[in-house]
């Protein structure tokens, strides 16, 4: 008797843990994503190596505006770890770096960023952003590999996995838009 009730709380255990792993994966892959910054490209708003999480949602991928955080796919090979950049450019606007300060649509004032660790240099475009696309920056603009040097300089929405919502390492911490 005491064996069937064992074997019978080991069943039970079993399907609880298979459920619940089950579960987990489904959220893993469907609900949330994580990733790890590797470089420090987006210092001073993430460190280098701190772990950041997000939504995969399709309508907070849908609804992506500018200075949101994103995590995509390498763009220079796609099975490597992914990016984590801050979207500057929105489709169908047209982005151009002067001296280091980002113009959108032709604005003589420049795009407010004052959440990059240090001063930008250096000239880009103008180039216009392609529907469903975005053009990405690093927050550590002198070094991050971002839009700038890609071949193809727009993220397309395909690509995207996620949108970034806070770090949990190395120290907490919620992005809201500056």
């Known amino acids: 008797m005491k064996k069937k009730h064992i074997a019978k709380e080991l069943l039970i255990f079993g ?14 892959s469907n609900v ?23 939504s995969r949602l399709p309508r907070t991928v849908k609804n992506l505006q500018r ?9 220079i090979n796609p099975t ?16 151009e770096i002067r001296n280091g300060q980002v113009f959108i649509n032709d604005s003589d004032t420049p ?4 959440f990059t660790k240090e001063e930008s240099f250096g000239n880009f475009g103008p180039f216009t952003v392609p529907s469903d696309s975005f053009f990405v920056l690093g927050d550590h603009r002198n070094n991050s590999l971002d839009s700038r040097q890609l071949a ?5 929405r395909d ?6 919502f806070a770090t949990y390492f190395p120290s907490p911490a919620w992005f809201g838009r500056p």
Do not use: W
């Open 159 to 164: 690509v995207i996995i996620g949108r970034i």
């Open 111 to 114: 795009l407010d960023d004052s």
């Open 80 to 95: 490597d770890h992914p990016f984590v950049k801050r979207i500057i450019g929105l489709p169908y606007e047209t982005v």
């Open 15 to 28: 399907l609880q843990l298979a459920t619940v792993l089950a579960i987990g994966l489904f959220v893993r």
């Open 152 to 156: 193809n300089p727009f993220i397309h």
């Open 32 to 54: 949330i994503v994580h990733a790890q910054v590797l470089s420090p490209s987006m210092e001073n708003t993430i460190p280098t190596y701190g772990m950041v999480i997000g």
């Open 67 to 75: 200075f949101d955080i994103i995590v995509f796919e390498n763009p």
